[in-house]
Every structure is written in C-alpha cells, then in structure tokens.
C-alpha cells in the first residue's frame, strides 16, 4: 500500500528571503507547486508549511547572542525536523547565501537533518551568478547530512523579466528538473 493511503507527505519550505512578493519567495512558490505536481501524479499527498526565515531574524540573533531560543525559532525547527523534505531557497548576496540562511542552518546542529531529502534554490540579485553557489549551498546542508538533491535551481534577474503569466523557459526547466529528483526520493521513501 502507498503511504498516501496512511498519511500524506510533508513538506518544509524555507525562504531566506525578505518578503512575499520578492523573486526568493516567487522561487520557492514556483519550486513547491512543481514538487506537488509531480507528487499529486504519483499519486502521494503533500502536506506544506511554508517558513519565512527573514521574520525570524531577531529571534535567530537573540540565539546567538544569549544561547536562547524564542517560541517561534523552536516552532520553526519543529517544523524543519518533523518534514519528510525541504525546500529551501535563499537569495546570494555576493557569492554566499543570505545571513539568515546561514544563521538558521547553524542552529541545526546534532544530525537533525540526517539523511533529508532537500531542493536547493538561489536567487541572485545581479546578472553575474557565482559560478560555485551551488557548491557552497550543497556543503551547507552535506555538513549537516542531509541529501541535497544533484540539481540546484539558480535564477537572476534574466529569469524574471519574462511575461507576467511566468518565468522564463530556462528557468522553468531547471525548476522542473529538481521538482522531479526530489519528488522521486520523497516518492520512494513514501512507499
């Protein structure tokens, strides 16, 4: 029996970006609709929480600075641990993802996120797209041992100045790429 018949599959999706409407989150939003689509056709159901890194900022600093963590930062790693799978997308400020990308992923120490099938997702401000951001968000997530999947998703501003009815051809293909890769692993540890 597939695990559909037992419980749907759930989904984390975490946006170190600023804000709804910026191109990171239009990303994520992009990401998690392929994933589910392809899910759906496999005929598993998706359960999805989606975290906005960016309105945990305070609470990750206060984290650092006094070794406590707020309701909300504890709520969100809840979340993050209990999911079969992540999608996490940040935007790179210069050749590095976003500081509270990096803020978050350091607080998951202890194997928490041993073996998690992720999707990696960046989005750059700039034309110039760091040649190695996807190696630098997959040892990101390889230190902490979770299973990124082999496509990391890459967008710039290019990607964006399509049609208002979506993204670029190009763009749409790399997203659909990793959707796929990804919904495979959560379909076959779903069964």
Same mark, same amino acid.
Do not use: K
């Given at each position: 029996?597939?695990?559909? *018949?037992?419980?749907?599959?759930?989904?984390?999706?975490?946006?170190?970006?600023?804000?709804?409407? !910026?191109?990171?989150? !239009?990303?994520?939003?992009?990401?998690? #609709?392929?994933?589910?689509? $392809?899910?759906?056709?496999?005929? $598993?159901?998706? #359960?999805? #929480?989606?975290? #906005? +890194?960016?309105? +945990?900022?305070? %609470? =990750?600093?206060? @984290?650092?600075?006094?070794?406590?963590?707020? +309701?909300?930062?504890?709520?969100?790693?809840?979340?993050?641990?209990?999911?079969?799978?992540?999608? *996490? /997308?940040?935007?790179?400020?210069?050749?590095?993802?976003? %500081? *509270?990308?990096?803020?978050?992923?350091?607080? =998951?120490?202890?194997?928490?996120?041993?073996?998690?099938?992720?999707?990696?997702? /960046?989005?750059?401000?700039? !034309?110039?797209?760091?040649? %190695?951001?996807?190696?630098? =968000?997959?040892?990101?997530?390889?230190?902490?041992?979770?299973?990124?999947?082999?496509? $990391?998703?890459?967008?710039?501003?290019?990607?964006?100045?399509?049609?208002?009815?979506?993204?670029?051809?190009?763009? @749409?293909?790399?997203? %659909?790429? /990793?959707?796929?890769?990804?919904?495979?692993? =959560?379909?076959? !540890?779903?069964?």
């Amino acid at each position: 029996m597939s695990r559909s *018949v037992w419980s749907p599959v759930s989904l984390a999706v975490l946006c170190a970006g600023a804000g709804y409407a !910026r191109p990171t989150r !239009r990303l994520a939003d992009r990401i998690t #609709e392929s994933v589910c689509g $392809v899910l759906a056709a496999g005929g $598993v159901q998706v #359960e999805v #929480e989606v975290l #906005e +890194l960016g309105r +945990l900022a305070p %609470d =990750l600093a206060q @984290r650092v600075a006094r070794g406590q963590a707020s +309701l909300d930062l504890r709520e969100a790693i809840a979340v993050v641990v209990a999911a079969d799978g992540l999608v *996490v /997308a940040t935007p790179v400020v210069a050749t590095s993802p976003s %500081d *509270v990308f990096a803020s978050f992923f350091d607080i =998951l120490r202890g194997g928490v996120l041993s073996g998690m099938p992720v999707l990696l997702a /960046a989005n750059s401000g700039s !034309r110039w797209q760091p040649p %190695d951001i996807g190696q630098v =968000l997959r040892g990101r997530l390889t230190g902490l041992h979770a299973e990124p999947v082999a496509t $990391v998703v890459v967008a710039g501003p290019e990607d964006w100045e399509a049609p208002a009815h979506g993204v670029a051809a190009r763009l @749409r293909g790399r997203i %659909d790429q /990793a959707a796929a890769e990804f919904a495979a692993v =959560l379909i076959s !540890r779903a069964r």
